[in-house]
């Protein structure tokens, strides 16, 4: 069986199959990579790899279970061992609380027998040259950058018992870039860092991004150190997303419910229909998004509050998530629907946030008074889950704004704050733009956010990081 038909792989799982039902899911992965350190390249490389996922339903008296086992690296001899370990899973368990039936009646993908979608160092072509550009005029500067670029494409097949063969192939970039300029005269290592998601590098200028951070650590040689407490506080689309993203992990509708979120409603029930921000804003997924596409039916590898198994293959439509301020969906996979009595909206391949602004955040600096501005967000945690309070760190620059303009480089902060109490806050969203979520881009990376401006940021503390 060759190495590269995973399909032939899904068929011959299905075929072994002896349970009542089952589901195959096979990713194919491959990478390109470059790092790079001092104004030179240090290493690049291509890999590739397979996870083969096999879910088996045995249906029993008391309903019906499911075992889930996933390997990776998987080869023909390995399918018959893979396959019975799943079976064996779900013999040995009780039944599942998510069952429904296995999904049927998606079209099939008319790609689904062809070979997986592969990237390569060609993804680089037009990147590469510029980057070296960048490495130039950065050494004019006095300027060291650091970073890496990664690229990374995921050919996925779905196939099921019932006839169910899907596939979707997802390709994914990030590009991370630190400058870094000599000390300055009281010892300080002046550092700045820029961030950027694509599909294809196509549309990222390491140049640019150079020339960004050059103004950014222009604006550190002035050091001013600030006390804790709350500002006037411009967050950039990163930390936006950051944020937005926790709180969509936190947005499962049986959780709210149950009462155990900051979506549910004090005395019971949930707080859909509710206004959340005084802004018309509006917080969406869509599959079909330009620039942020993401696989247009549910992918499913074990379940939980926000997904399961017996959803796979299930259409994901295009989601509103807050409508015009307004809480309008929660999180739900066919069973916490049909516990919640809500739509099924299953979980979100991607996030976008508009707000109605058409300024750009440099056009938000311009408007403000005396405020700071933010680079991004570091080291978040939740501290309450009823309130989704989260802290977390600032990095890589905070930076005074005063009369439209920045003036320096302050400390950075440790911040206490809820993203759904920040929206309700929130006095300006800017224009939205396609962002790299700096926090959790090892594994949610396509979101458009604006910039927004929050009157009264929570700075808890004063940090010493950098």
């Known amino acids: 069986m060759s190495r590269t038909s995973p399909h032939e792989i899904v068929e011959r799982a299905l075929e072994l199959s002896t ?18 350190a001092g104004n030179a390249l240090t ?42 370990a799943a079976e064996a899973a779900a013999r040995g368990a009780g039944p599942a609380e998510d069952a429904r039936p296995l999904v049927t009646g998606t079209p099939a993908s008319p790609d689904f027998t062809e070979a997986p979608a592969e990237t390569s160092s060609a993804v680089f072509a037009d990147f590469a040259p510029a980057l070296g550009e960048a490495f130039a ?37 990030t590009l991370e870039l630190n400058a870094k300029s000599a000390a300055t005269a009281d010892g300080r290592l002046l550092s700045a860092w820029a961030g950027r998601s694509t599909r294809d590098f196509k549309d990222v200028d390491p140049t640019v991004l ?11 040689e002035r050091k001013i150190d600030l006390p804790a407490g709350r500002y006037e506080t411009l967050l950039p689309p990163t930390a936006v997303a950051d944020l937005l993203i926790y709180q969509m992990w936190s947005a499962a509708a049986r959780d709210a419910v149950e009462g155990r979120t900051v979506f549910s409603k004090p005395g019971g029930g949930t707080r859909l229909g509710e206004k959340l921000s005084r802004l018309p804003l509006t917080l969406r997924s869509d599959p079909n998004a330009p620039g942020l596409e993401s696989a247009p039916f549910v992918i499913a590898h074990s379940s939980g509050d926000d997904a399961s198994v ?20 929660l999180t739900t996979t066919r069973h916490s629907a049909a516990m919640t009595g809500m739509p099924v909206a299953p979980g979100f391949g991607n996030l976008i946030l508009d707000g109605g602004g058409d300024r750009s955040l440099e056009e938000m600096v311009a408007a403000t008074e005396r405020g700071l501005l933010l680079t991004c967000l570091w080291y978040i945690r939740e501290v309450d889950p009823a309130t989704l ?19 320096g480089e302050v400390n950075n902060f440790r911040f206490n704050e809820s993203p759904v109490d920040l929206l309700s806050r929130a006095s300006e969203a800017g224009r939205t733009e396609k962002t790299l979520p700096r926090e959790w881009s090892d594994w949610f990376t396509r979101a458009a956010m604006p910039a927004l401006r929050i009157p009264d940021f929570n700075m808890s503390s004063v940090s010493k990081g950098v």
């Open 210 to 220: 150079d020339a960004e951070l050059a103004v950014r650590l222009g604006w550190a």
């Open 310 to 329: 017996f959803d796979n293959g299930l259409p994901v439509p295009a989601t509103e998530w807050i409508r015009e301020g307004e809480l309008a969906r």
């Open 43 to 84: 290493t690049n490389g291509v890999t590739r790899g397979r996870t083969l996922t096999v879910v088996a339903t045995v249906d029993g008296k008391e309903g019906t279970a499911s075992g889930v086992v996933s390997r990776s690296a998987v080869t023909a001899e390995d399918l018959e061992p893979l396959v019975r």
């Open 137 to 173: 005029r950065a050494r004019a500067g006095g300027r060291e950058l650091y970073g890496f670029a990664n690229h990374e494409l995921v050919s996925t097949y779905v196939g099921a018992s019932t006839g169910l063969r899907l596939r979707h192939d997802q390709p994914n970039g």
């Open 389 to 407: 309070l989260l802290t977390g760190l600032t990095r890589d620059g905070v930076y005074l704004v005063e009369n439209g303009q920045v003036v």
């Open 19 to 36: 349970a009542d039902g089952c589901v195959v899911i096979a990713d194919e992965q491959s990478t390109a990579n470059l790092r790079w």
